[in-house]
């Protein structure tokens, strides 16, 4: 049982076929001028459309890349582009990708600001536009947060910053295809997407910018994707993302009320097995999203519990390379390090059942039990 759909999601079986073509009889370099090639050039455009539609976009501004974390650091760094120092607004529960690229520009003398949400996860607006400076080069703050799932005020930002002449980032990588995007009434001037979040493939991604807006590539090299994003596009994860894009745009609002569903089951049900604390539960939150603490027992037990009954969930600190890591979410909302320890995170997909849901609360009762037993053992 799958409940881990924030890290990343199985492939629809849809998408898979569109894909299957351009990982056998169907191939091309979209750059080469014969047949071959413009046949593979007419599906990364097709594509393309497919892609913008789901974001409310003109084609023509959407680049592909090879991850949202490509998309992400390419706009940081665009923008830090022949400034030797400047100043970064940012949310402090950004993705890694965000944060990290603004680590490097302060390593490298920019000042950074980070704005801390309130506890349920939300970043106040005025906070972030009262951050802003005369040397602001731009302000990033996320749609939906990946491990909590809370919803940004983020066209209320970016309509202050387009008042004080800031550019605005918008990394939609965990919102689109579950919630409505739309670069137009966002406001923004930068937004990404990914398609492995919303049942497309691993690396492909995609980069909106705004028509006017300067963008320095990060990727250099050949002419391809307008000389804005060098290499040679991955068609068939492409192909995948454009039927992955149009699939999320058509069943949106019937996937978000099963989303709910699933998840609202699943805190009601949970309530009733321990006393939890559900994250961000008042706050605007993406609807398949469930981040909840259990006090007094370590996640990373009951994490390590549940998948060897199957089950397949994530805690709250983000575990990237192997290594555990406390997570800046969590401590950002002001969780003390025991809490955080305690939180994991269930994100519900569209092929979850409610069976499953009802079978993992079946799991976690037994292991809850199990783990206060230890704990009371001093084990
Ligand atoms: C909010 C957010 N931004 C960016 C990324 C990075 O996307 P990718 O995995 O395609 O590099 C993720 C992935 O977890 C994410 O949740």
């Known amino acids: 049982m799958y409940f881990d759909h924030n890290a990343t999601t199985p492939l629809d079986p849809r998408v898979r076929e569109a894909m299957l073509a351009w990982l056998g009889p169907r191939f091309g370099n979209p750059s080469s001028v014969h047949g071959i090639g413009r046949a593979a050039r007419e599906a990364v455009e097709n594509a393309r459309q497919?892609?913008?539609?789901?974001?409310?976009?003109?084609?023509s501004r959407v680049m592909f890349t090879a991850s949202g974390t490509e998309a992400n650091n390419a706009v940081v760094f665009s923008c830090a582009e022949n400034r030797s120092s400047g100043h970064f607004v940012l949310s402090a529960i950004e993705h890694p990708s965000v944060q990290a690229a603004a680590d490097r520009l302060e390593a490298a003398g920019w000042a950074i600001t980070r704005v801390a949400p309130d506890r349920s996860g939300r970043v106040e607006p005025q906070r972030i536009l009262e951050a802003i400076r005369e040397d602001t080069a731009v302000v990033s703050l996320m749609l939906a947060n990946n491990e909590i799932g809370t919803i940004q005020p983020v066209a209320e930002v970016a309509a202050g910053c387009r008042q004080a002449g800031v550019r605005v980032f918008c990394d939609a990588v965990q919102a689109a295809g579950k919630v409505p995007v739309d670069v137009e009434s966002l406001g923004v001037d930068f937004l990404s997407i990914g398609a492995h979040k919303f049942h497309g493939p691993l690396g492909a991604a995609a980069l909106w910018v705004r028509g006017g807006i300067d963008f320095a590539?990060?990727?250099v090299g050949g002419g391809q994707e307008r000389r804005q994003?060098?290499?040679?596009?991955?068609?068939?994860?492409?192909?995948?993302?454009?039927?992955?894009?149009?699939?999320?745009?058509?069943?949106?609002?019937?996937?978000?009320?099963?989303?709910a569903a699933l998840r609202d089951a699943f805190e009601s049900g949970v309530k009733r097995l321990a006393d939890v604390v559900i994250h961000g539960a008042e706050s605007l939150r993406l609807p398949n999203t469930s981040n909840l603490s259990f006090p007094g027992i370590s996640a990373e037990n009951l994490m390590i519990r549940l998948?060897?009954?199957?089950?397949?969930?994530?805690?709250?600190?983000?575990?990237?390379?192997?290594?555990?890591?406390?997570?800046?979410?969590?401590?950002?909302i002001g969780l003390s390090e025991e809490e955080a320890a305690s939180s994991m995170r269930l994100s519900f997909g569209i092929t979850n059942q409610p069976a499953e849901v009802a079978q993992v609360l079946r799991v976690l009762e037994g292991e809850l039990a199990r783990l206060s037993v230890a704990d009371e053992g001093g084990g």
């Open 50 to 59: 497919q892609v913008a539609f789901l974001i409310g976009a003109s084609p």
């Open 217 to 219: 590539p990060f990727m």
């Open 229 to 259: 994003r060098a290499g040679t596009e991955n068609v068939p994860a492409i192909v995948g993302f454009g039927v992955a894009a149009e699939l999320a745009a058509t069943e949106l609002a019937e996937r978000g009320t099963r989303l």
């Open 307 to 332: 998948d060897l009954q199957g089950v397949a969930v994530s805690t709250g600190a983000a575990c990237s390379s192997g290594k555990v890591e406390s997570s800046a979410t969590l401590a950002a």
